[in-house]
């Protein structure tokens, strides 16, 4: 049985969703049909899906991957998980890592829009919600049902140069790739060509680039939350009547029925001057870190 060599570990919206389904058309890469397995976070309560917790169940999800020299999956809080870099050196010490980061102002806005919509987040207003990490953080304030209550700390989950350190330091520099979520939406096609270089596969393959995971919001939004964290009692009785596989496929046609893809409002100047101080320290470091000028990221106009 093959095992993963390859592992795109986060962070969330900075284009991982699209680079492992770019990566997945290539002739030399077999990528995990199933995105955020979250195999190796035994650290994040809520996050590893029951379904692959076993290592031969996690391992069956690569049954299909034959000739491929690479092997990989994707699961976007193994960067977050302070014990998933640990484990998937002890799992494969010459894994090869990924990691995408983007500037936090944009980040941060998007990824908050993106907790709406999946009913993980109940406070509307990006400023609020900031306010309010501390509270979560002692298990005040939390939206029904929640089962991640860490993914609302947002200043923690960006914290992105301590992040890659961790795997810096498991793996070497060699071994692990970084990517802007910049590179990516400016120059998709030198972007991908680098990641297949540092991959060793052909570099000239090109995949078909379409649009994946744009912004989504609910048309109605009460009824996306009762689909997307349905309260305990109607769980069950769905489960009682319907077979996971089937109750899975119901949930997902309900919630693309309930849904439209729109882009995200501007930040205005004032928040943005307020997150651009809030997240400076964190742009720095990162920049001293993989030795690039992100300066831009700090401009205010």
Request: aromatic share 10%; charged share 25%.
């Amino acid at each position: 049985m093959r095992r993963p060599n390859f592992f795109i570990v986060g962070a969330p919206k900075c284009g991982t969703t699209a680079m492992n389904h770019y990566l997945g058309q290539h002739p030399e890469i077999f990528m995990c049909p199933k995105k955020e397995t979250h195999h190796f976070v035994v650290d994040l309560p809520g996050h590893l899906d029951p379904r692959f917790e076993t290592r031969s169940d996690y391992l069956g999800l690569f049954a299909d991957a034959r000739h491929e020299s690479v092997v990989g999956e994707a699961s976007v809080f193994y960067l977050y998980s302070r014990s998933a870099a640990r484990l998937i050196r002890e799992f494969e010490p010459k894994a090869k890592i990924l990691a995408m980061f983007r500037n936090p102002v944009d980040w941060v806005a998007s990824y908050h829009s993106q907790l709406l919509y999946n009913a993980d987040e109940n406070i509307n207003s990006l400023e609020e919600a900031l306010h309010a990490q501390n509270d979560r953080g002692l298990g005040l304030r939390l939206p029904p049902r929640l089962k991640t209550p860490h993914v609302l700390l947002y200043d923690d989950v960006c914290r992105f140069a301590e992040q890659l350190v961790r795997y810096l330091e498991a793996f070497g520099g060699d071994h692990v790739e970084v990517v802007l979520f910049d590179d990516l939406r400016d120059s998709p096609a030198l972007t991908y060509r680098r990641v297949l270089e540092f991959l060793e596969v052909h570099p000239e393959f090109c995949p078909r680039m379409d649009v994946v995971n744009p912004r989504k919001e609910f048309l109605s939004t009460s009824f996306g939350r009762l689909v997307s964290k349905p309260p305990e009692y109607l769980r069950r009785a769905v489960r009682s009547v319907l077979p996971w596989s089937v109750a899975s496929r119901i949930r997902d046609l309900l919630l693309r029925l309930n849904r439209r893809t729109k882009p995200l409002a501007p930040i205005d100047a004032g928040m943005r001057r307020a997150l651009v101080n809030r997240y400076r320290e964190q742009v720095e470091s990162l920049a001293n870190l993989i030795e690039r000028d992100l300066s831009v990221w700090l401009d205010v106009t």
